[in-house]
């Protein structure tokens, strides 16, 4: 089974989803949205449309960027 890495990012004013399929180096997707809703729908649809189990790694990385920047 392949690796497959989905984000959620925004500006304030554009919402990105960016999906990738085989991990560094993989196939690349995005879609902008102007709205948070449905930049959400995809990322939904992009979950439900892959097998496996998926985590969210947005805390992690929260606490490294923090992490970083104090040291």
């Known amino acids: ?7 959620l990012v925004s500006d304030g004013e554009l919402w990105r989803v ?7 180096g993989g196939q690349e997707v995005s879609y902008d949205f102007t709205d948070e809703a449905s930049a959400c729908a995809v990322v939904e649809r992009m979950m439900k449309t892959s097998a496996g189990t998926w985590r969210d790694l947005t805390e992690a990385i929260r606490q490294e960027s923090n992490r970083r920047r104090t040291h």
């Open 1 to 7: 089974m392949a690796r497959r890495d989905i984000w």
């Open 18 to 24: 960016r999906g990738r399929l085989g991990g560094d």
